[in-house]
Each structure stands twice: as structure tokens, then as C-alpha cells.
């Protein structure tokens, strides 16, 4: 595979999870995660468990949590059979109480590695830069964590 390849198929993963935590697929979040951790966390199922635990979603729109999950500006290293990325994040969130606003900002920073399935996560972190209004996204209160 050629370097561009990689690129654009680790850059695509960083897009996936984005589309399936959007449509509240937290069971894809956790497949897709699962073969490494996500903050410490290990395990799919551990993985779509925090997910559900933590984040909202409306029944009356197709059980979704009614945000957009903006991945931006991916920068991807590749060395041979493992890679990293580090990109910016934004979320948006409109619902019936809020209007349509951003409501965090941050940085990830994957790792990654390919076998013969292809690319998957290997690690991701979060930094939580900047956060809105929350209330409507999450089922806990996140200055709790400082």
C-alpha cells in the first residue's frame, strides 16, 4: 500500500467514529475502538457501556444525540504498519431547549496499527479544550473531572 492509501484509510476511521456516535450507534463506537482503548477505557462493549452511560440521546429522533461531530484538520503519520493522527474536534448541538451552538472543543490523538483486516484504533485520547452548554449532551456533569 502506498503512503497515501494509509493516509486516507486511517483518516476515514477518524471520520467513522464520528458518523457513529452522531447517529448514536455506540455499539459501532465500541467496534470500532474496541481493539484497543479509548481513555483507559478497553473492550467494545466497555467501550459502547461508557458511551451509553454518558451521552444522550433522544428517542424521539431516532435515538440519536441530535450533534455533529466536525473532525478537523487530520494530521496523519504513517511508519510501516502503525500510524498516529492528532486532529481537532468540534461538536454542535441543536435540541427542542438549546439552539444550534457549539458545545465542545478539543484535540484527539489516535494511534493506530494494520493487520491484515486492514487499519483500526488503537488508542485514542481526549483534550477537552473548550465546553458550552453540555446539559443537553451528557448524562453527567464533566466538571466533576476538574
Request: proline share 3%; net charge negative.
Given at each position: 500500500?502506498?503512503?497515501?492509501?494509509?493516509?486516507?484509510?486511517?483518516?476515514?476511521?477518524?471520520?467513522?467514529?464520528?458518523?457513529?456516535?452522531?447517529?448514536?450507534?455506540?455499539d459501532?463506537?465500541?467496534?470500532?475502538?474496541?481493539?484497543?482503548n479509548?481513555?483507559?477505557?478497553?473492550?467494545?462493549?466497555?467501550?459502547?457501556?461508557?458511551?451509553?452511560?454518558?451521552?444522550?440521546?433522544?428517542?424521539?429522533?431516532?435515538?440519536?444525540?441530535?450533534?455533529?461531530?466536525?473532525?478537523?484538520?487530520?494530521?496523519?503519520?504513517?511508519?510501516?504498519?502503525?500510524?498516529?493522527?492528532?486532529?481537532?474536534?468540534?461538536?454542535?448541538?441543536?435540541?427542542?431547549?438549546?439552539?444550534?451552538?457549539?458545545?465542545?472543543?478539543?484535540?484527539?490523538?489516535d494511534?493506530?496499527?494494520?493487520?491484515?483486516?486492514?487499519?483500526?484504533?488503537?488508542?485514542?485520547?481526549?483534550?477537552?479544550?473548550?465546553?458550552?452548554?453540555?446539559?443537553?449532551?451528557?448524562?453527567?456533569?464533566?466538571?466533576?473531572?476538574?
Amino acid at each position: 500500500m502506498s503512503v497515501l492509501t494509509d493516509k486516507l484509510a486511517v483518516t476515514e476511521l477518524l471520520y467513522r467514529y464520528a458518523e457513529l456516535i452522531d447517529a448514536g450507534d455506540f455499539d459501532g463506537v465500541g467496534e470500532l475502538l474496541g481493539r484497543g482503548n479509548f481513555m483507559g477505557v478497553a473492550g467494545s462493549q466497555r467501550i459502547a457501556k461508557l458511551f451509553a452511560a454518558t451521552t444522550r440521546r433522544f428517542p424521539d429522533h431516532d435515538n440519536t444525540p441530535r450533534t455533529r461531530h466536525l473532525v478537523l484538520n487530520p494530521i496523519v503519520d504513517v511508519d510501516g504498519g502503525t500510524a498516529s493522527a492528532r486532529s481537532t474536534f468540534c461538536v454542535v448541538q441543536r435540541t427542542d431547549s438549546i439552539a444550534l451552538q457549539p458545545i465542545v472543543v478539543g484535540r484527539y490523538a489516535d494511534s493506530f496499527a494494520r493487520d491484515e483486516h486492514g487499519w483500526h484504533f488503537t488508542e485514542r485520547t481526549v483534550d477537552v479544550e473548550m465546553i458550552g452548554d453540555v446539559s443537553d449532551h451528557l448524562l453527567m456533569d464533566p466538571t466533576q473531572f476538574g
